[in-house]
C-alpha cells in the first residue's frame, strides 16, 4: 500500500504561482508513475501531468502545458507540481496519485493509489 499525502495549495491570484507536494511512503517508491489530477465540483476528475520514475518522460494536460512542471525526488519520495501564471479556471482540488509501471497515462482508473487532495483556488 501507497499513501500518499498533498500540501501546498491555498489561495493565490490570478498570474501568479504555487507549488504542490505530495509525499509518498508505505512502500518502496521504486517504479512508480506518479501524476497530478484536478476537480472542481460536478466535474469529473481530470488528467493535470505525470511523470515516469526515472524522470526521463513527463506528459501534460493541453491546458496546462507551458505554465505547470511536474517533478520528483526520489530520494525523499515526493513529486512537485509547480504552477506558474495560474488562472481562475486552474481552481480545484488537486489529488497526487500512483500507479506501478512505465507508461504514463491520463486516466483515473489507470492509477493504483490516490492523496486526500489539497485546495487549489485563484482569484481573478
Known amino acids: 500500500q501507497v499513501q500518499l499525502v498533498e500540501s501546498g495549495g491555498g489561495l493565490v491570484q490570478a498570474g501568479g504561482s504555487l507549488r504542490l507536494s505530495c509525499a509518498a511512503s508505505?512502500?518502496?517508491?521504486?517504479?512508480?508513475?506518479m501524476g497530478w489530477f484536478r476537480q472542481t465540483p460536478g466535474k469529473e476528475r481530470e488528467f493535470v501531468a505525470a511523470?515516469?520514475?526515472?524522470?526521463?518522460?513527463?506528459y501534460y494536460a493541453e491546458s496546462v502545458k507551458g505554465r505547470f512542471t511536474i517533478s520528483r525526488d526520489n530520494a525523499k519520495n515526493t513529486v512537485y507540481l509547480q504552477m506558474n501564471s495560474l488562472k481562475s479556471e486552474d481552481t480545484a482540488v488537486y489529488y497526487c496519485?500512483?500507479?506501478?509501471?512505465?507508461?504514463?497515462?491520463?486516466?483515473?482508473?489507470?492509477?493504483?493509489?490516490w492523496g486526500q487532495g489539497t485546495q487549489v483556488t485563484v482569484s481573478s
Open positions: 508505505g512502500r518502496s517508491f521504486v517504479g512508480y508513475v
Open positions: 511523470i515516469t520514475y526515472s524522470r526521463s518522460s513527463t
Open positions: 496519485a500512483a500507479r506501478f509501471g512505465t507508461w504514463l497515462s491520463d486516466e483515473v482508473h489507470k492509477y493504483d493509489f
